[in-house]
């Protein structure tokens, strides 16, 4: 069997170019931050809380496309689905934040145990050199149950509308605890569910993921190709949006 087809270079090289994408697209918006894989506007206002997240590269525009006004302050972006280190998050807290002084940063993070581990990590030792920095963790995925925890709910679509709602009231000047609370909220309060038609095939793989042939769906796919809640058959998309809603509803 053949490799997959993919538009792209070498897959080694695929996040040092998108990097390199995005700054000569952005010249006057963007910069990156020197040995990092971290992209952040090119003005940091100290005056307010600045907003960070980030995780595996592969899901574009996800994250460094929402860096801007009323949006995230940077990115930090791993490798192709795996979670970046902490050194580079450490890296762009303090990028954001000053020694016991200024609003702070929050970290938007999506629930999956790498991003939870190493971007809490890097929160806790941000505090300890006297930077404040919270952690907000999204969890809209209706595919898992949110009880189960870290293994629980993944946060997929939803963090975008995190991003707007925290960057928002963080524009409007509110403190560390009040950005944090309303994103939280934000992110507890919505629900999101996702159809996929083809498996995740990873660049580089020498062959395709062929889980679901050409008459069958799956139902809640994670991002990385983690199970969803079932297979099916091609369902029309009245029916698709009736399980879609019924799912979202009974998510809680």
């Known amino acids: 069997m053949s490799p997959p087809k993919k538009f792209i270079n070498d897959p080694k090289d695929a996040v040092d170019e998108l990097i390199q994408g995005m700054l000569l697209q952005y010249p006057n918006k963007l910069r990156k931050l020197q040995n990092h894989h971290v992209l952040l506007s090119s003005e940091i206002n100290h005056e307010k809380v600045n ?3 980030g995780g595996g ?3 574009e525009p996800s994250h460094a496309g929402w860096i801007g006004k009323g949006m ?3 990115a ?3 490798g192709i689905f795996a979670s970046p280190s902490v050194a580079s998050i450490l890296a762009a807290i303090r990028a954001v934040t000053k020694v016991g002084e200024g609003k702070g940063c929050l970290l938007i993070v999506k629930n999956y145990t790498g991003d939870r581990l190493n971007f809490g ?3 806790e030792m941000a505090n300890s050199e006297g930077r404040l920095c919270r952690m907000v963790i999204v969890k809209d995925d209706c595919a898992l149950p949110r009880t189960k925890g870290i293994t629980g709910a993944r946060g997929v ?3 975008v509308l995190v991003h707007k709602i925290a960057g928002a009231a963080a524009d409007r000047g509110m403190d560390l605890d009040a950005v944090a609370s309303i994103a939280q909220t934000a992110a507890d309060s919505m629900g999101s569910l996702g159809v996929a038609l083809d498996a995740v095939t990873i660049p580089g793989a020498t062959t395709t993921n062929d889980r679901l042939d050409d008459k069958t769906i799956e ?3 994670g991002i990385h190709g983690e199970a969803g809640i ?3 058959a091609l369902l029309s998309c009245d029916d698709l949006a009736k399980e879609m809603i019924t799912t979202i509803n009974a998510f809680g």
């Open 51 to 53: 907003l960070l997240s």
């Open 57 to 59: 590269s592969g899901h």
């Open 72 to 74: 995230l302050t940077g």
């Open 76 to 78: 930090i972006l791993g």
């Open 121 to 123: 990590m890097a929160c």
């Open 157 to 159: 679509a939803g963090t």
């Open 219 to 221: 139902i809640g796919l």
């Open 230 to 232: 079932r297979q099916s």
